[in-house]
């Protein structure tokens, strides 16, 4: 089993309708849970981190922790076509280092 | 602030060849990090610097594989002896002093070995 599972997608939902991405993981050692957005042939960007449980909002984004599941999930509202990209679950270990989920292809239709 | 910066953007050679990548990270970050990142997969961690220390390197690194950062500031990637397997995106990210979670990637060096 992988210390990160991500649905690769693609996934294609229509504009302006709410997009659910979830991540499950399995080392509960793992402490900072963050998510970045990647554009083709771009290098990964920063959207959110949070480190507790619980929900963290940004904008359109929020981000949803439950580590008694060992779950994390981000939400996008009011999605636009240029919110499509893949978006990537990240987890700090306790070596400091990240580790990355394969990523989720996001399609938003217009 | 520019931003982390990655030269060059991409890079064809062939096997058998070393090639080197260079990674310039924001100016106050003192941790600098590098990934490889295949088509459809999430990027993997290879190794970090703290400063100029190079704390932590995967057991994807093999000995073909070398990493400085000798003042603490750029960083250098080379690969000895390339392979057809080492053509991916090699990514560069800094981050602030306590703040790792918070990494910003540069655009990466696409190497394809023919």
């Known amino acids: 089993q992988k210390e990160v599972e991500q649905d690769p997608g693609p996934l294609s939902v229509p504009e302006g309708a709410i997009v659910s991405l979830n991540c499950t993981y399995s080392n509960s050692a793992f402490q900072y849970f963050m998510w970045y957005r990647q554009y083709s042939r771009k290098g990964p960007e920063l959207l959110m981190y949070?480190?507790?449980?619980g929900n963290k909002e940004d904008g359109r984004f929020t981000a949803q922790v439950d580590k008694s599941s060992k779950y994390i999930s981000l939400f996008i509202r009011d999605s636009q076509p240029s919110d499509s990209a893949t978006y990537l679950c990240?987890?700090?270990?306790?070596?400091?280092?990240?580790?990355f989920g394969k990523g989720t292809r996001l399609h938003i239709l217009p | 602030d520019t931003g982390v910066s990655q030269d060059p953007r991409h890079k064809i050679t062939k096997r058998g060849q070393n090639v080197t990548f260079r990674c310039d990270p924001i100016s106050e970050h003192n941790r600098l990090y590098w990934y490889r990142q295949t088509l459809g997969q999430g990027p993997e961690f290879l190794t970090y610097?703290?400063?100029?220390?190079?704390?932590?390197k995967s057991r994807l690194l093999s000995d073909r594989f070398s990493a400085e950062r000798p003042k603490g500031s750029f960083s250098t990637l080379e690969i000895q002896r390339t392979e057809q397997g080492d053509s991916a995106m090699y990514l560069c990210?800094?981050?602030?002093?306590?703040?790792?979670?918070?990494?910003?990637f540069g655009p990466g060096t696409r190497l394809t070995v023919t």
């Open positions: 610097f703290q400063n100029e220390a190079q704390l932590e």
């Open positions: 949070t480190y507790s449980s």
């Open positions: 990210a800094s981050s602030k002093p306590g703040q790792l979670y918070e990494q910003y």
């Open positions: 990240a987890m700090v270990d306790r070596d400091d280092k990240i580790i």
